[in-house]
């Protein structure tokens, strides 16, 4: 089934997902299964380096179901030691339909830790 139409949601729900250490091989942030009746609104991705002497590069990307990479939300971004990187914010929110999924990775094993703040939009 197709996302609810925005305009007669039934419910709005605030929702975080974390990934506290970011692997160095892509996996899976936050997914939109298919026949979820749902619509998540991103609002914000912010990257943290939580290496307190080095530097690790992170890239975030959309996909479909069937893995294919539909767009790139950061590639390849140096994220400096003890600090964040905000790769969108509400400003540049954006919808992740049915099927579609958020995976991220880093170029340091548990250097890079990953903060999704979403709505969930509903009419169920």
Do not use: C, W
Not at 34 to 47: D, R
Not at 72 to 80: E, F
Not at 106 to 111: G, T
Request: proline share 2%; charged share 15%; net charge negative.
């Amino acid at each position: 089934m197709a996302a609810p139409n925005i305009v007669n949601v039934t419910s709005i729900y605030g929702k975080t997902a974390y990934d506290a250490q970011v692997a160095t091989s892509a996996s899976v942030v936050l997914s939109n299964a298919t026949g979820s009746n749902k619509v998540l609104k991103i609002n914000t991705i912010i990257a943290a380096n939580i290496d307190g002497t080095n530097d690790a590069d992170i890239t975030v990307y959309v996909t479909n179901g069937v893995l294919t990479q539909l767009f790139h939300l950061a590639r390849t971004i140096t994220v400096p030691a003890d600090s964040t990187l905000v790769i969108i914010s509400k400003d540049t929110s954006f919808y992740l339909e049915e099927n579609m999924y958020i995976y991220a990775f880093a170029s340091a094993i548990n250097d890079i830790s990953l903060m999704v703040s979403y709505e969930e939009l509903d009419d169920a």
